[in-house]
């Protein structure tokens, strides 16, 4: 079975700093693609980020950008010159046919 | 709006109603997908239609759980009988077709269901 781990239950970082959250995933599919998806307490899921498997380039998206180590199955986010609005609850997903397999979460805090 | 509508935005039931949650995809949207969400989780997999087929109801607890999306758009999730562990947000989304495309879904607002 596919599953995702989100070890950080909540993170905190000043505003303007840095802040990773971790993710790892299992599966034996060698083609498959991974999301981060952002949800504030509005409860829409908003995609961050997203990284196919087949492409060894990590993504980015201004000011987010993944770490994606394969062999490792590990799919980090890192978001630089954090800001308050960057403040929420986020989802790393993988994807298996269609559906989506979610992790637990990371509930980021940003400081002023 | 272009985005996933999802109504009602809140619902409370009595143990023992029937619910109808209802999801409008975004426009020509092929693939439509609803998740439940329990308090302090992630969303976790229901149901899956392509079209007006409902081509993966794995996710579905229950039999008392039901998906329909008679025209290929509107979808309705409807429970029977809520049961105080249904409490939950139900989350729809929807995507452009194609297993194997990187293309995101695009979720919803939800429905926070409370069942007293």
């Known amino acids: 079975a596919q599953t995702v781990t989100q070890s950080q239950p909540e993170m905190s970082v000043q505003e303007a700093e840095t802040v990773t959250l971790s993710c790892t995933y299992d599966?034996?599919?060698?083609?498959?693609?991974l999301f981060w998806y952002k949800q504030p307490p509005s409860r829409q899921m908003i995609l961050v980020i997203r990284q196919e498997a087949y492409k060894q380039q990590n993504a980015t998206e201004n000011r987010f950008s993944v770490n994606f180590q394969k062999a490792a199955k590990s799919f980090s986010l890192k978001i630089s010159d954090s800001q308050l609005g960057d403040a929420a609850m986020y989802f790393c997903?993988?994807?298996?046919?269609?559906?989506?397999?979610f992790g637990k979460g990371t509930k980021l805090t940003v400081n002023p | 709006g272009a985005g996933v509508s999802q109504s009602p935005r809140y619902k409370v039931a009595k143990r023992g109603q029937d619910v109808a949650l209802r999801c409008d995809p975004i426009s020509g949207h092929v693939s439509l997908f609803w998740y439940q969400q329990a308090l302090g989780q992630g969303p976790e997999f229901l149901t899956y239609f392509q079209n007006e087929a409902q081509l993966d109801k794995s996710g579905l607890p229950s039999d008392r759980f039901f998906a329909e999306r008679p025209e290929g758009s509107v979808s309705t999730l409807k429970i029977q009988r809520t049961q105080q562990e249904d409490s939950a947000v139900y989350l729809c989304?929807?995507?452009?077709?194609?297993?194997?495309?990187?293309?995101?879904?695009?979720f919803g607002d939800g429905t926070r269901l409370s069942i007293l």
């Open positions: 599966t034996s599919e060698s083609d498959y693609y």
């Open positions: 997903a993988y994807r298996v046919s269609e559906k989506l397999v």
């Open positions: 989304a929807s995507g452009v077709l194609g297993e194997g495309s990187n293309q995101p879904q695009h």
